[in-house]
């Protein structure tokens, strides 16, 4: 059975996401539910999708619907167990982690100066979450206290947020604390 392998911990952080980014709630992530993803964050950003950073944005967030529609077998709908059947396979294929991490950072780093703001960050979180969570998320994952991310510190913590399964990990705050 896909996802079976999950720990009880990836289970909850993957979850967490799953829900968020169900927008109709129905149990299934679909393109729509990506395409609404898409529209909240290019909301809090104040443009849209005619612009050519919203382009960008929806080129990368549909891109990345295609990916795990694909990798859940082209249904055009993916369960929360496909999902972790997903995340059960990728520390096999760290690469494709990492460059979807790659897209994600283009995503997130809005004004193309190479680094992530907390303010920047924040507004990914809460499109992708509906909210910004407290706790200090953003200086948890600023391992260096510069107040920023660089590419290589948000690529880590992508990493141990979908592959890894350590709850200590910095990465595993990637979405706000599980």
Same mark, same amino acid.
């Not at 909301?43 to 382009?55: H, I, M, N, Q, Y």
């Not at 055009?76 to 897209?103: F, Y």
């Not at 950072?105 to 809460?126: C, K, P, Q, T, W």
């Not at 998320?137 to 990493?159: K, P």
């Given at each position: ?103 994600? @950072?283009?995503?997130? =780093?809005?004004? $193309? #100066? &190479?680094?992530? %703001?907390?303010? *920047? ?16 998320? @953003?200086?948890?994952? =600023?391992?260096? $206290? #510069? &107040?920023?991310? %660089?590419?290589? *510190? ?25």
């Amino acid at each position: 059975m896909l996802g079976a392998m999950a720990s009880d911990f990836q289970r909850r952080k993957i979850s967490r996401v799953f829900g968020a980014m169900d927008a109709d709630h129905d149990g299934y992530l679909t393109e729509s539910d990506f395409r609404a993803l898409t529209a909240r964050w290019l909301d809090l950003r104040g443009t849209d999708a005619g612009t050519p950073e919203g382009e960008r944005l929806a080129a990368i967030m549909m891109g990345w619907w295609a990916t795990l529609d694909e990798a859940a077998g082209r249904g055009g709908k993916v369960t929360l167990d496909q999902v972790l059947g997903v995340v059960d396979e990728l520390p096999k294929m760290p690469g494709a982690v990492t460059g979807t991490a790659a897209a994600m @950072f283009e995503a997130v =780093d809005e004004n $193309g #100066d &190479g680094v992530i %703001s907390a303010a *920047e960050y924040h507004r990914m979180i809460e499109a992708w979450g509906g909210d910004t969570p407290g706790g200090g998320v @953003f200086a948890h994952l =600023d391992l260096d $206290g #510069d &107040g920023r991310l %660089s590419r290589d *510190e948000f690529t880590g913590h992508w990493y141990e947020f979908w592959a890894g399964d350590d709850p200590a990990a910095p990465g595993s705050w990637v979405f706000g604390r599980v």
